[in-house]
Structure formats: structure tokens, C-alpha cells
């Protein structure tokens, strides 16, 4: 309020700057305005000596008196979101392969049945294909691509990389995916995939096995130990299944990992040369090799989750958790 006043009455206040430009005025003028001037000033003072005693009178203490208010009380905080826990361990995931050099690509979920199945080496009268029940979109099939399909896997991304890009090549590809199934505790009809290509001359599964072992030590922050299995994947030649070391028993065996020491972990192999041609790329020049595992199993063994449908269902109790 002082500050006011000073602004309005002060030595170099807007009032009195006004009443300075009285002596430019004419004699009847000066009569005129001086009075009314004059009244202002007064009118103006009366009001801020009325107002800084009626604020000097009123004090914090008299306020309070009027209605009991708890001072003690904490005041109100609002409440802030996180990050889901797939998000966090996607973000760890692409920032490990980031420092191995891998880029992280992206590919729409709702893809075409050739670069769904055709191009990784799936023809339509594959048995493949009864692996991997699909939700097809409505839609006119074109001669080339096919039906739209809601994409099964994140391997698409595999052939649209390699003919954007050729070789050489170092990819991930993480995103959400799609399967027509009955869902259970360890099923949903929808989770959460990572994809992995790397393309090169001289490659080999000893490449995969140093990236693999060193992805896990990284991603769970002790010594973790990898192994090849054989397996049958269409788009890998050869197929392996490939295991890491329980990390609760480590490796000496218990319930968890069926006491055999090992966690079944993800699908791989050397990319099938058919594959290489669908995505332009000379297979008697280079080799390569693909890997593809789930990033929601992931999660549920990193934090000892016991039904997957706990990740989708919104429950702001399990989310808080993480």
C-alpha cells in the first residue's frame, strides 16, 4: 500500500507530475484545474491514511481468532505419475544395446502378411504359421502384401531396416505385439517384445554369445552366464534357444529354474539367407544374426512378478510399487 502511494504521491509520483504542468496554463485555467487538482490530492490522501491504519489494525493473530485453524496441519501435496516398469526396463534395455552400438528402430503394429510372415521365410502353407495365432484386419487384400495383420512379433522391422539401411547393421527393435490366445497368468493377447539384427561379413554365434552374456551382466549387475540350445525358428538357420544363469540359485539349482541352474530366456540363430534376400541384402557377402525375447517375461523374473496381467490391468496399487 506504501508503495502505491509513493507510486501515485510521491516526489516524482503521477499526481504530482500532473499538478507541476499546471503552471504551463492558462489564468482561468490554473482557477480550474487547481481546484479540482487540489481535491484529488486530498480525496487520495484520506483514502491511503484510512486504508494503511485499517491494515495496521488488522493483524494475523485476530484472522485466526475468527475460525480455529490447525497450523500444524501438513498442506496439500499433489500426486505425480512414474514410469511404468516395462517402460523403465525397455529404457534400460535400449540404453545397454545403445552403448553396444546398437541403434533402436521402430515399425508399425499393424503390419502387412509379408512383412509379418512372408519376408522372414513364413510362406502361407508354412506350419509356422499355427505358431502364431494373428488378429487380422478388415480390410481388401493386396497382391503383394497381403491381409493386414495386427503384427505378431517385432521381426517385421528385420526386412524394413535391411531395405532402408543394407548392410552392415546393428539393430533393436522393441514394441508391443500381438496374439489372438486365452490369457492366463503367464499369456496375454497382448505383451511386449524385444528384436535384435545385427548383419556383417565374418559374423558368428560367438558374436551373440559376448553380447548376450554381456547385455544380462549389465542388465542385472552381476556376472550373468549364457547358453546355446538347439531350436526351430523359420527365420534362423540355425535355430537355438538360448539360456542364462538363475540368478537365485546361481546355477546351483532350484524350484524357480526346475533345478537345472539355467532360465529359458529368448529365440536365435544366423538369419536365413531367404530372409537376407527379402530385405535386398547378398547373403554369400554377409552374415548375421537375429535374436528375439520378451520384454514383459523380462520384467516379471527382474521383480518376481507372478501374473503378467498385473502389467495391463491399471491397478494403481501394483503400479506404485515400481
Known amino acids: 500500500m506504501q508503495n502505491?502511494?509513493?507510486?501515485?504521491?510521491?516526489?516524482?509520483?503521477?499526481l504530482t507530475l500532473i499538478l507541476r504542468g499546471i503552471k504551463d496554463l492558462s489564468d482561468e485555467e490554473k482557477r480550474t484545474v487547481g481546484q479540482l487538482s487540489n481535491k484529488v490530492?486530498?480525496?487520495?490522501?484520506?483514502?491511503?491514511?484510512?486504508?494503511?491504519?485499517?491494515l495496521e489494525n488488522t493483524s494475523i493473530e485476530k484472522e485466526l481468532g475468527k475460525t480455529f485453524f490447525d497450523t500444524t496441519i501438513?498442506?496439500?501435496?499433489?500426486?505425480?505419475?512414474?514410469?511404468?516398469p516395462l517402460s523403465q526396463v525397455q529404457e534400460e534395455v535400449e540404453r545397454i544395446f545403445s552403448q553396444m552400438g546398437f541403434a533402436v528402430m521402430d515399425?508399425?503394429?499393424?503390419?502387412?502378411?509379408?512383412?509379418?510372415?512372408?519376408?522372414?521365410?513364413?510362406?502361407?502353407?508354412?506350419?509356422?504359421?499355427?505358431?502364431?495365432?494373428?488378429?487380422?484386419i478388415q480390410s481388401k487384400e493386396d497382391q503383394?502384401?497381403?491381409?493386414?495383420?495386427?503384427?505378431?512379433?517385432t521381426s517385421p522391422a528385420q526386412i524394413r531396416t535391411m531395405e532402408k539401411y543394407g548392410a552392415p547393421l546393428r539393430i533393436i527393435v522393441p514394441g508391443r505385439v500381438f496374439r489372438y490366445e486365452a490369457t492366463d497368468a503367464s499369456h496375454d493377447a497382448t505383451f511386449y517384445q524385444v528384436e535384435g539384427l545385427l548383419i556383417d561379413k565374418d559374423i558368428?554365434?560367438?558374436?551373440?554369445?559376448?553380447?548376450?552374456?554381456?547385455?544380462?551382466?549389465?542388465?542385472?549387475?552381476q556376472p550373468v552366464k549364457v547358453r546355446f540350445r538347439p531350436g526351430y525358428f523359420p527365420f534362423v538357420e540355425p535355430g537355438l534357444e538360448v539360456?542364462?544363469?538363475?540368478?537365485?540359485?546361481?546355477?546351483?539349482?532350484c524350484?524357480?529354474?526346475?533345478?537345472?541352474?539355467?532360465?529359458?530366456?529368448?529365440?536365435?540363430g544366423m538369419v536365413h539367407e531367404n530372409v537376407l534376400k527379402a530385405g535386398g541384402i547378398n547373403p554369400k557377402e554377409y552374415q548375421g544374426w537375429a535374436f528375439g525375447f520378451g520384454l514383459t517375461r523380462l520384467v516379471m523374473m527382474r521383480y518376481k512378478i507372478d501374473d503378467i496381467r498385473l502389467l495391463t490391468n491399471s491397478d494403481l496399487r501394483f503400479i506404485k510399487q515400481f
Not at 487520495?44 to 494503511?52: G, Q, S, V, W
Not at 547385455?215 to 549387475?221: A, D, H, I, K, V
Not at 539360456?243 to 539349482?253: M, P
Open 107 to 136: 515399425g508399425p503394429e499393424v503390419e502387412s502378411e509379408y512383412y509379418n510372415f512372408e519376408g522372414l521365410n513364413i510362406p502361407k502353407d508354412h506350419p509356422a504359421r499355427d505358431m502364431q495365432d494373428t488378429f487380422f
Open 41 to 54: 490530492k486530498t480525496s487520495l490522501e484520506k483514502e491511503f491514511e484510512h486504508k494503511i491504519k485499517e
Open 4 to 14: 502505491l502511494e509513493t507510486e501515485i504521491l510521491g516526489r516524482k509520483g503521477k
Open 255 to 268: 524350484r524357480v529354474c526346475k533345478h537345472s541352474g539355467w532360465m529359458e530366456f529368448m529365440g536365435a
Open 144 to 153: 503383394s502384401h497381403g491381409k493386414l495383420v495386427l503384427r505378431t512379433h
Open 204 to 221: 558368428s554365434l560367438s558374436h551373440l554369445k559376448g553380447v548376450m552374456a554381456q547385455f544380462l551382466t549389465r542388465l542385472f549387475g
Open 243 to 253: 539360456d542364462f544363469s538363475c540368478l537365485l540359485c546361481e546355477g546351483k539349482g
Open 74 to 84: 501438513p498442506g496439500k501435496t499433489r500426486q505425480l505419475g512414474h514410469i511404468h
